[in-house]
């Protein structure tokens, strides 16, 4: 038998069936479904007389639109666009019978947070969702990634999608991570070697010491990322600690069904002959805490380093460096910890979890933030909230000078009301520095949760490993 | 979905790479619950001011390239989120073909599901497209899909691949949908058997 790898052994499993060109249908186990992508698939439904074909695999929750801030609670969303799309999303999970988890359940959270909280998520399976950060799930050794509406419509209707397969490519982490260097860092480091391209085409295994150290936190952040390296999706194999985080959640298998799962699990890995169309080996110990300079998440440097010049890069790069760098408002030559911040950002999809508001804990606890400084956590779920509160994370944060918010994507993308104002600077646990991300005019450097903690204390970027 | 066939327009240089989704329609006009209606929008914070004033500089703002069918762009074209919304805004504006020399994978899908042909060429031909598309309205290209053939305005033609499913779907104008649903019973099989084998899921 041919040694397959771990994207070969899902995509095989879930085959229907391959035409002579390779256009292949895949079954799909887990749709999940927000407000922003999803309004005109069910239109389409509706207006073509179809059914969602499996509402029992079908999850649907708000997070992009929602306002994050305490008054929410009373039900006003005070854009007027805003509570249409949210007012669409709760009819058509209504009306097409789909799990659904409304504004005002605690469990409601960002769609990549609470897929694996409430244990929709699990390995081997394929996963979807209008939302190219899906790649999340890949954590848990799924096969899992963005699409658009139309394909919402089609896996809606038919539970499938139709594609063509992917590439392999490996991405070995060796060894250990050097103190104050985390998931984020390795994602950033990855993306900052490979470019925002160099995964185009194909899907990413991430592997070796340092991964298989990660919690399923971190790894989630890993494999949140590999879009931004242009992969179709990101995957870790799964392992005792996958097994451990799955068990018991809400939709997890239980008794017997939860053996005959973990049998099956226990062959999602990458055969030892497999072979990797690409591959790249980074050591652990030459990871540094990384931070963006530009405005693509290529633009990634180790924080001891200085603004390039458009000089330093060759091709297209060299105007679009120029582009950056004006936007920015930086200058090249100056070191990255000169450049001084007055947002932080700590939330979303790819540092919106537990672990990650703990890490801003440990750094902040007893201590003030910069005055003057803005500075907003917001949990990936209201259960994430209710977590930090319990463990006493969110009165440090609180007590540390953070705004304290409800669940949802809020500043990473800038729908809802918390957005940066032209030529304001943020450090931000997000995943985008593109233009405008955060708001018009905005400016955006993506750090991970440690370093965003850092610089929320001493007003500009900073290297965590000094504090 | 509008059939493609053949497209002759002005082409519209925009050299820049790594276009991302959010350039091309910013996310304060993604709560729209309709797919039509966001020409008005593309490439938002690129071609206007605040206040609303054209950027005079911005290609597609320019008297030659206001109606552009065709986009030259550069490397790594439609990077970022999955939002439909930027082919949405892209037709809706009248653009009907983009060429780079790469796109981001979801973005690429997403413009054959909507009448949008993205075609793929080496760095040698892209940078002779962009000459060509710099010549203002005398830009005109061809892009016939059925050869697989681009003309350029002095007459020289290029060659392009394109996936012959995907081919088939925008020179039919057909709904993919309606495609799958006629494979239901293999798809119903798949589902019997694999429900049986992974009663968990």
């Known amino acids: 038998m041919t040694a397959k790898t771990l994207y070969d052994k899902i995509w095989d499993a879930h085959l229907i069936s391959e035409d002579e060109d390779g256009t292949s249908l895949l079954y799909i186990d887990r749709h999940l479904v927000h407000e922003v992508t999803s309004p005109q698939a069910f239109e389409g439904l509706r207006a073509s007389g179809r059914k969602v074909h499996a509402p029992d695999k079908t999850i649907a929750v708000p997070d992009h639109n929602v306002p994050t801030t305490l008054d929410r609670v009373d039900g006003v969303v005070k854009n007027e666009e805003s509570r249409i799309q949210l007012e669409a999303l709760d009819k058509n999970a209504r009306d097409f019978g789909v799990h659904y988890y409304p504004v005002d359940d605690v469990r409601q959270g960002v769609v990549h947070i609470i897929g694996p909280e409430q244990g929709w998520t699990l390995p081997g399976m394929t996963i979807v969702c209008g939302d190219s950060h899906t790649a999340t799930h890949g954590a848990f050794g799924s096969l899992a990634h963005g699409i658009g509406t139309s394909e919402v419509e089609h896996v809606l209707a038919t539970q499938t999608l139709i594609q063509t397969k992917s590439k392999n490519m490996k991405v070995e982490i060796t060894g250990k991570l050097s103190a104050g260097v985390t998931a984020k860092d390795i994602t950033m480091t990855v993306i900052g070697l490979t470019g925002t391209a160099g995964g185009t085409g194909y899907v990413i295994e991430y592997c070796g010491e340092a991964i298989r150290d990660l919690s399923m936190e971190g790894r989630m952040t890993v494999c949140n990322m590999a879009i931004e390296g242009g992969a179709r999706a990101g995957l870790i194999a799964p392992d005792e600690t996958t097994f451990e985080y799955v068990k018991g959640r809400p939709h997890a298998p239980k008794g017997g069904l939860w053996e005959l799962a973990m049998e099956a699990w226990k062959n999602l890995y990458t055969d030892e002959d497999a072979h990797f169309d690409k591959v790249l080996t980074i050591k652990g110990e030459d990871i540094a805490p990384a931070v963006t300079w530009g405005t693509s998440p290529e633009d990634v440097l180790p924080i001891t380093g200085i603004v390039p010049s458009p000089e330093d890069f060759e091709g297209g790069k060299v105007d679009a460096v120029k582009r950056s760098l004006e936007y920015m408002g930086l200058t090249s030559g100056m070191k990255l910890t000169d450049i001084q911040i007055d947002t932080v950002f700590v939330g979303s999809c790819t540092n919106g979890r537990i672990e990650d508001f703990r890490a801003v804990a440990d750094i902040v606890k007893g201590k003030k933030i910069k005055e003057g400084m803005r500075a907003i956590v917001v949990p990936g779920s209201g259960l994430v909230r209710a977590q930090a509160e319990e463990e006493g994370v969110a009165q440090i944060l609180i007590d540390a000078g953070f705004e304290w918010r409800l669940a949802g994507c809020s500043m990473c993308l800038a729908m809802n009301p918390d957005k940066l104002e032209a030529g304001e600077r943020c450090a931000a646990t997000t995943n985008r520095n593109f233009e405008g991300r955060q708001g018009r005019g905005g400016r955006t450097h993506l750090v991970s949760p440690a370093m965003a903690a850092a610089a929320a204390l001493t007003g500009h970027l900073t290297d965590v490993r000094d504090l | ?201």
């Open chain 2, 1 to 201: 979905m509008e059939k493609f066939t053949k497209v002759t327009g002005v082409a519209a240089p925009m050299p820049l790479i790594n276009i991302d989704t959010d350039m091309i329609i910013p996310k304060l006009f993604l709560k729209t619950i309709k797919r039509s209606g966001l020409g008005k929008n593309l490439f938002d914070e690129m071609r206007f001011n605040e206040d609303g004033s054209e950027i005079s500089d911005f290609v597609l703002n320019q008297p030659a390239y206001r109606n552009a069918e065709i986009i030259v762009a550069g490397d790594n074209f439609g990077c970022g989120s999955s939002r439909e919304h930027a082919p949405w805004a892209l037709l809706d504006f009248g653009i009907r073909v983009v060429i780079s020399t790469s796109f981001a994978d979801i973005f690429f899908n997403n413009c054959f599901k909507n009448g949008i042909l993205p075609i793929i060429l080496p760095q040698e031909d892209v940078d002779k497209l962009m000459d060509d598309a710099g010549r203002g309205a005398n830009a005109v290209v061809t892009i016939d899909l059925e050869n697989q053939i681009i003309t350029g305005p002095d007459g020289g033609k290029i060659e392009f691949t394109v996936d012959a499913f995907k081919k088939h779907c925008l020179q039919n104008g057909l709904d993919d949908i309606g495609l799958t649903m006629q494979k239901s019973d293999a798809i119903d099989a798949f589902e019997k058997q694999y429900g049986a084998e992974t009663p968990w899921v």
